[in-house]
């Protein structure tokens, strides 16, 4: 989960991020610290890029293998109007549990109006759903 937060700034739009890992059981319960990042600076068509710092996830928040993950990513992509999703391509590594170039990723933001019914989770631009849960 994430929190994106917009700031007039400059004349022109800055943002920044808590992201909060989520539990990969059920995609929902907060598990770990949350992260704060920011601010990023917004061109006037919506474009960003957030070169983030190194990020560590908890194991259980890591659908793939359980380990811990420790990653140093850049997020460019778009604030599509008015906000309510973002979405673009990951570059970086992840250092742990094994070595990965993050080359080719995707990542997806979209506004949660009522926590207690979420929309079903998209992974890119296209809205391309995540797999279903096991």
């Given at each position: 989960m994430?929190?994106l937060?917009?700031?007039?700034?400059?004349?022109?739009?800055?943002?920044?991020?808590?992201?909060?890992?989520?539990?990969?059981?059920?995609?929902?319960?907060?598990?770990?610290?949350p992260?704060?990042?920011?601010?990023?600076?917004?061109?006037?068509?919506?474009?960003f890029?957030?070169?983030?710092?190194t990020?560590?996830?908890?194991?259980?928040?890591?659908?793939?293998?359980g380990?811990?993950?420790?990653?140093?990513?850049t997020?460019?992509?778009?604030?599509?109007?008015?906000?309510?999703?973002?979405?673009g391509?990951?570059t970086?590594?992840?250092?742990?549990?094994?070595?990965?170039?993050?080359e080719?990723?995707?990542?997806?933001m979209?506004?949660?109006?009522?926590?207690?019914?979420?929309?079903?989770?998209?992974?890119?631009?296209?809205?391309?759903?995540?797999?279903p849960?096991?």
């Amino acid at each position: 989960m994430s929190k994106l937060t917009t700031e007039a700034r400059d004349g022109g739009l800055s943002f920044s991020l808590s992201f909060q890992p989520l539990e990969s059981a059920d995609r929902k319960t907060p598990t770990g610290d949350p992260v704060d990042v920011g601010p990023y600076e917004v061109s006037a068509d919506g474009q960003f890029t957030a070169e983030l710092p190194t990020i560590v996830v908890p194991g259980n928040a890591n659908p793939i293998s359980g380990n811990e993950l420790e990653a140093t990513i850049t997020l460019t992509g778009a604030l599509c109007a008015p906000a309510d999703f973002v979405c673009g391509e990951v570059t970086g590594t992840a250092t742990r549990p094994i070595a990965l170039d993050l080359e080719g990723s995707t990542f997806a933001m979209e506004r949660i109006t009522d926590p207690s019914s979420y929309p079903a989770p998209v992974i890119n631009c296209d809205r391309d759903p995540a797999r279903p849960l096991p």
